[in-house]
């Protein structure tokens, strides 16, 4: 049995991926946004919103104990008209959906696996290298299936650079949480599932690395996120701009 780190784990997906791994034996570190959020005590507690929380967030990660396995669920869309940006300068989609999986990752010890929770929003996703955090022109959607591209492209620059380590993205579904709002079909048992088994199943098809999953499936939904060249040029830019380096 492992140890799992689950982001966003007070709510929506992450609650269940959270709630059958420990069901399934795994020791299961929840994590929440503040204590407002967390619906008990036990969390590590951290707003993925900043780097200096995150940095907060990951030494209490650190004090319970180097998980084997990463799940990055937490996910944010914004819901205004205007460019949201961090106490960092950053824009904030960025920041919460590529930033911080990425800074987690760079401050723990390599673990054995890690599932980076994505979105098929990605096939819309562009990557562009002078303009990540979308100074020029801003839309909610860009921000967001932009900021889930450069995920997907992390993750499976990780997977190149670390071999020994299962490093994959997922697509839950459309799944009726309150981002996605409750008319969508999916219930979170079934957004769960995949993720869950990319954490901890055995099974010889989760136990891939730099693959793209829905449904247990391997898909690939935009030819960016599979080109080195970029994936190694966007991990530098996003490292840089986290003041971090991987172990
Ligand atoms: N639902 C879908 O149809 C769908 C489709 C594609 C991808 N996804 C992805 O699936 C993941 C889970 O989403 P969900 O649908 O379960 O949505 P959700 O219910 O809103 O859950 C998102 C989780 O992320 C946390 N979070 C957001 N911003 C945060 C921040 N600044 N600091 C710390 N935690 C933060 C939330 O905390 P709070 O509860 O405090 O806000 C919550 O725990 C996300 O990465 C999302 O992008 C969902």
Redesign the pocket.
């Known amino acids: 049995m492992s140890r799992v780190l689950v982001?966003?784990?007070?709510?929506?997906?992450?609650a269940e991926i959270a709630r059958v791994l420990t069901a399934q034996g795994h020791e299961v570190i929840r994590h929440?946004?503040n204590a407002e959020?967390a619906d008990g005590p036990g969390y590590v507690l951290?707003?993925?919103?900043s780097l200096r929380s995150t940095r907060v967030l990951t030494e209490q990660v650190l004090r319970v104990g180097a998980p084997d396995v990463v799940v990055h669920?937490?996910?944010?869309g914004s819901k205004d008209e205007t460019r949201p940006v961090t106490e960092d300068g950053l824009e904030k989609t960025f920041q919460?959906?590529a930033l911080a999986p990425l800074l987690i990752t760079a401050l723990l010890p390599k673990p054995d696996r890690i599932v980076f929770?994505?979105?098929?929003s990605i096939t819309r996703g562009r990557i562009r290298l002078d303009d990540l955090q979308h100074e020029q022109e801003w839309t909610q959607d860009a921000a967001y299936a932009d900021s889930?591209l450069v995920m997907a492209a992390l993750a499976f620059a990780l997977a190149r650079r670390w071999p020994d380590v299962r490093s994959n993205a997922v697509?839950?579904?459309?799944?009726s949480?309150?981002?996605?709002g409750y008319a969508?079909p999916l219930t979170v048992a079934q957004?769960a599932d995949t993720p869950v088994w990319l954490a901890g199943s055995d099974d010889p098809e989760a136990l891939v690395t730099g693959t793209f999953f829905q449904d247990r499936k391997a898909i690939e939904l935009n030819p960016q996120a599979y080109d080195h060249a970029l994936q190694d040029a966007v991990l530098a830019q996003c490292l840089e701009l986290c003041d971090a380096a991987l172990p």
């Open positions: 982001t966003g784990s007070n709510d929506g997906i992450g929440a946004r959020r951290g707003d993925l919103g669920n937490a996910g944010w919460i959906n929770v994505s979105s098929d889930k697509h839950p579904g459309w799944v949480t309150k981002m996605s969508a957004g």
